[in-house]
């Protein structure tokens, strides 16, 4: 009987198992998705749910952030970062040709840049040249500074006497003289027309610097002034060298740009500024590092800045893996950063973390490889917690697992991470009042749950009271607000005899409608059978009436006799809604206008407004629309607005008619002006004696114009002068008059001696005849003369006829 007893209940066991077994998953455990969505931080630096949509850069083969809530803890989320890089074995093997153009002008002395250049170069050599002997990793190297040379030609460095080559021919590299960089580049450009690397598809120049270019070339001609120039021979090619070596110009700057165009064209140019990211080219020009990316690097991703050794070393490395294999990933870091609530835990001891989170260095990498790539897998799992129990935490609310997580590469660009979120729950707590005594029951306990960290401490409901007993207080204090699980317990004082009563408070429930005055303290009393009245000493200890809302309130008084005894009370206080009147809407007076163009127009003269609660509310009035041209005839709305206290409101629109304005008949004026007759030589005033006048503007005479003016008094003859003048209104009027000016008539006197004084012209102006004293002066003397010859020649005949 047992024995099929237990039969039975394994059929049904497994009855329930096979049933289990065609439920959906998402019945038997929680989804992923339940508890965290996947989002990202935007541009704003917010976080959005969704996809995070960035193109990796090459050798990223993927970055993620991934969230899992623990099994232990709702606030609580097993983190987990996982970066993994790729590199490209087929590009590991891949012949390649590289040039090293390295700056060795005096400056690169300084600091010992010239020293961390060689150090760095030559592990860039190490690096290039790979593990596998004699696979095609040509390299030459050539140097510039007011010359250039070639101090490596094409060497395969994958092998061990190419790479003992190219290690020393770095180490003789001393720094000297100034910064030819467009001989550098055009020396590079020519290398990379040799015969023997033509059949090698991956070419590539590594320019490294530390100043702006202080050289250039310039063609050299057979000019007798060839021998003043320094020069520079290239490819059997001999060049001038320009500039003055001490300071860049933009000449040196367009003529290594152009160059760097050539070599842009026959390999992929990377740029390393060394130290000079910030010095100017020259004056007005750009920086050294702005120069380089824009104008002799492939790519602005190709160019470097590297301010000291350590920057450089991570120059070269992101180079030499762009150009041998793409990213494995070591010594890169990624930065994880803090957010809101959230608390991190559980990272290993190499990792320290502060306020603005903690950084991550890539180490111990997985290996693993698919056809011809190679990945590196990176991962770090942590444990992050939400403060749910802040004050200002929302339960509902997603919360970001952490600030903006992004990993760095060498060339400064940054791979930012998908950011999971997560819901918090904040804990409950429990307030419990007891009375404190074992052997008996002075009150029930009073429970209060399901309160969260922040809360407002419930109080206690009625007054404690035990039986000879005064009531002295809680133990423990009662705290303003819920911050954990807490039991009071009252504390009580044996009486002593004559037993001293508690004293009563006298308050009342309240029924009040919002916007009454409240006073907690009108109509309270309290009263004492030992001491009397004690309202005076009536404490409010809770009191949260709000009379602008309407609601249901509490209000709590306490008063001590002079023994200690203490009683409170709580009444209720009710706020009603307030049973507002119906507030009628208020009316505007105005009338529609007749007016004429030119008219002033008040658009508020004449117009009121009057309410029944408010009264006049003329003061009030606002012009909602005016469309009133007092220039133009047409007809035209003006409206109004008022508003009373109530916010009740009306508008009246009235229509002005601008009619057009009858004008009078405007004359126009006339001029006053007379012909003239002068005499050459006279004085012409062409305004003299001429005036103009108009009906309606009166006297004009001093806006005549002068519109023709012929007249000329060097010259006998008949001329026009030509007025206008135009009145107030735009009506013009014109006056033509003529001047005739006639020669001069001459009138000798012979017996007058002509004298300085009487040919002296006084400057005043006559009208009339004049005589012309110099020209007759001139025919007396004339005359004197022919006179004088005719006597003479009388004189010789008489004394030929003898």
Known sequence: MRKLKMSKLFSIFLTCILCLSFLPTDLMAMNDADTVKNGYYNESNTWVEGELDQALPEGIHSVNKTAVKSENDDNTYDITLEVVTEQNLSKLTKKSATILVIDTSGSMGDYQRLINAKNTAKEFVKKYAGDEPDSGRYLAIVNFATNTNIILNWTDVSSADGKASADNAINQLYADGGTNLHAGIKQASQLFDDTAIQD??????????????????????????????????????????????????????????????????????????????????????????AYLKNNIASEMKNAYDADDSDDLVDAFKAITETITSGLDGKGLSVFDGSAPFVSVSGLPES????????????????????????????????????????????????????????????????????????????????????????????????????????????????????????????????????????????????R??????????????????????????????????????????????????????????????????????????????????????????????????????????????????????????????????????????????????????????????????????MEKLNEVPTIQAEDKTLTVGDTFDPKKDVTATDKEDGDLTAKIEIAKNTVDMTKAGTYEVTYKVTDSEGASTTKTITITVKDKEFKADINKPDTDEQNKDTGSVETGDRTNISFYTSLFEMSVVCIAILAVWKKKKALRDR
């Not at 003055?244 to 026959?266: C, F, P, Q, R, V």
């Not at 002593?496 to 009563?501: A, H, R, T, V």
């Not at 309240?510 to 009108?522: C, M, S, Y």
């Open 351 to 494: 990792i320290v973390q502060d306020e603005e989170g903690f950084t991550w260095k890539l180490e111990n990498a997985e290996e693993s490889t698919e056809g011809n790539k190679k990945y590196y897998t990176y991962r770090l799992t942590y444990k992050v917690t939400l403060n749910a129990d802040a004050i200002d935490f929302d339960e509902g609310k997603w919360y970001p697992l952490n600030g903006k997580t992004y990993i760095t590469l060498a060339d400064g660009e940054k791979v930012y991470f998908p950011i999971p979120a997560g819901q918090g729950v904040k804990t409950r707590y429990t307030v419990t009042y007891t009375d404190g005594v074992e052997d008996e029951e002075v009150f029930e306990n009073q429970i209060t749950t399901d309160l969260v960290y922040g809360a407002e401490t419930p109080s206690f409901k009625g007054t404690p009271e035990r039986t000879g007993y005064l009531f002295t207080g809680w133990t423990p204090e009662i705290s303003e607000t819920v911050s954990a699980s807490t039991t009071y317990v009252a504390t009580w004082k044996k």
């Open 200 to 289: 090698i598809e991956s070419k590539n120049t590594i320019v490294l610097t530390d100043g702006a270019p202080t050289y250039y070339l310039k063609n050299c001609t057979s000019d007798i002034n060839c021998i003043f120039y320094t020069h520079v021979t290239i490819s059997n090619t001999r060049y001038h060298v320009g500039g003055d070596g001490d300071k860049g110009s933009e000449t040196i700057n367009d003529a290594t740009a152009a160059e760097a165009k050539t070599l842009k064209g026959k390999s992929t140019v990377y740029t390393i500024c060394y130290g000079a990211s910030r010095e100017m080219t020259y004056q007005g020009g750009p920086t050294v590092s």
């Open 496 to 661: 002593m005899e004559p037993l001293n009563k508690v004293p009563e408070i006298n308050a009342e429930d309240k029924t009040l409608i919002v916007g009454d005055t409240f006073d907690p303290k009108k109509d309270v009393a309290a009263t004492d059978k030992e001491d009397g009245d004690l309202t005076a000493k009536i404490e409010i200890v809770k009191n949260t009436v709000d009379m602008t809302k309407a609601g249901t309130y509490e209000v709590t008084y306490k008063v001590t006799d002079s023994e200690g005894a203490s009683t409170t009370k709580t009444i209720t206080v009710t706020v009603n809604p307030k049973m507002e009147k119906l507030n009628e809407v208020p009316t505007i007076q105005a009338e529609d206008k007749t007016l004429i163009v030119g008219d002033t127009f008040d658009p508020k003269k004449d117009v009121a407004a009057t309410d029944k609660e408010d009264g006049d509310l003329t003061a009030k009035i606002e012009i909602a629309k005016n469309t009133v041209d007092m220039t133009k005839a047409g007809t035209y709305e003006v409206t109004y607005k008022v508003t009373d206290s109530e916010g009740a409101s009306t508008t009246k629109t009235i229509t002005v008619t601008v009619n057009p304005k």
